[in-house]
C-alpha cells in the first residue's frame, strides 16, 4: 500500500472565464466543485491509476464534509481526523481567452495541538502497514516546523517529500528517498535565486549532501532535473495540451510513487510520474487520471544523461 498523507487539503472552486480581467467584474461561464489540496490530489491520482493506496488528512465543516462525501462516492480509500477548524476553499480561474491560470489560495489555519498529536500516532499506524510514504503540502499556520521529521521517525519505509522551506530542511535528516520541490520552492528552501541551471544543480546537490537520496525538480513545462550523489539526469516532457495545470506536479509524485511501489527504477518512475503530469494538463479536474493515456506520455518522455 502507498500512503499519502498531509494536513492542508482543500475544497477546490473552478472557474471558467471566457476572460478574466483583473479589476473588473468578471463573470464564470461554468463553475466546478472537488476535493484538491496536493495531499488529496495525490491519493485521488494514486486511485484512479489503480494503485493500492490510501489517503490520510485532517477535514472539519461543511467542506470538510464534502471531501469525505466525495471520497466515499469514488470510493478511495481515506482516513480522516475530525478537527473543529473548517477546511479552508481555494479557488482557480481558468482564462480561456488567454490560456493563463490564476489561484486564489486560502492558507490553513492553525489545528489544534491534539490533532496535531492524534494525527502523528494515526499516521504511525497506517505508515507501518505501507510500502511507499507520500507527505505532501505545507504546514499549517503554528505547526512545528520539524512536524514532518516527527511523522518520520522509526519509519524505514522509503519516503517521498514534496514539501519545502524549513519543514523539508528539518526532515532531510530522516534520509527520504525523494524531495521533490518546484524551482520555486527549491529557491525558498535553500534561500537564494536560482538564475541558471548551474545554480539550480548545485542547490539540489546540497539536498542530496544533506539526506535526500534523491531530488526531483520541476518548473512547468520546462525540463525536470533529477539528482542522486552520483548521478544527473534532465528529462524533456512531452507536448501536453494545457486545460487545467493545477496539480501537475501532484500528479508527478504519485505517479513517481507507484513506480517505486512496483520497484522500477528511480527514472522509471519520474517518467511514469511525468507522464501523469501531462495526462493531468489536460483535464478540466485535477487528478483524475487514465492509467492507459498516462504510460503513453511517460513513453515520450526524452532523458539526458548529464554523467
Given at each position: 500500500m502507498i500512503?499519502?498523507?498531509?494536513?492542508?487539503?482543500?475544497?477546490?472552486?473552478?472557474?471558467?472565464?471566457d476572460r478574466f480581467s483583473v479589476g473588473h467584474v468578471n463573470r464564470a461561464r461554468a463553475v466546478h466543485w472537488c476535493a484538491s489540496g496536493k495531499v488529496l490530489n495525490v491519493g485521488i491520482a494514486l486511485h484512479h491509476l489503480g494503485a493500492p493506496a490510501r489517503t490520510m488528512s485532517v477535514l472539519g465543516g461543511p467542506h470538510g464534509e464534502r471531501l469525505r462525501a466525495e471520497f466515499a462516492r469514488e470510493s478511495i480509500d481515506a482516513v480522516w481526523m475530525p478537527t473543529q477548524v473548517p477546511t479552508r476553499v481555494c479557488t482557480t480561474i481558468l482564462d480561456r481567452a488567454t490560456g493563463q491560470t490564476t489561484e486564489l489560495v486560502e492558507n490553513s489555519a492553525p489545528l489544534e495541538p491534539e490533532v496535531l498529536d492524534r494525527f502523528i500516532d494515526a499516521f504511525r499506524e497506517h505508515a507501518a502497514a505501507s510500502k511507499v510514504l507520500v507527505l505532501s503540502g505545507s504546514l499549517p499556520e503554528g505547526t512545528p516546523p520539524d512536524y514532518y521529521r516527527r511523522l518520520l521517525v522509526s519509519m524505514s519505509v522509503p519516503a517521498i517529500l514534496d514539501?519545502?522551506?524549513?519543514?523539508?530542511?528539518?526532515?532531510?535528516?530522516?534520509?527520504?528517498l525523494v524531495v521533490k520541490p518546484n524551482r520555486q520552492e527549491l529557491e525558498r528552501t535553500v534561500g537564494r535565486e536560482l538564475t541558471d541551471d548551474a545554480a539550480l544543480l548545485e542547490a539540489m546537490r546540497g539536498l542530496n549532501a544533506r539526506g535526500a537520496e534523491w531530488v526531483v525538480v520541476t518548473g512547468g513545462g520546462a525540463p525536470v532535473w533529477m539528482t542522486s550523489c552520483e548521478q544527473t539526469f534532465q528529462l524533456r516532457p512531452p507536448s501536453s495540451t494545457v486545460v487545467n495545470p493545477i496539480a501537475c506536479g501532484d500528479c508527478l509524485a504519485a505517479g513517481l510513487a507507484w513506480g517505486v511501489r512496483q520497484g522500477w527504477t528511480m527514472l522509471e518512475s519520474v517518467r511514469y510520474g511525468m507522464g501523469a503530469a501531462a495526462d493531468n494538463l489536460q483535464r478540466?479536474?485535477?487528478?483524475?487520471?487514465?492509467?492507459?493515456?498516462?504510460?503513453?506520455?511517460?513513453?515520450?518522455?526524452?532523458?539526458v544523461d548529464h554523467r
Open positions: 500512503l499519502a498523507a498531509g494536513l492542508t487539503p482543500a475544497w477546490q472552486q473552478i472557474l471558467e472565464c514539501i519545502r522551506g524549513p519543514e523539508l530542511l528539518h526532515a532531510l535528516e530522516r534520509r527520504p478540466l479536474l485535477p487528478s483524475r487520471l487514465d492509467p492507459v493515456r498516462v504510460m503513453d506520455f511517460a513513453q515520450q518522455v526524452e532523458v
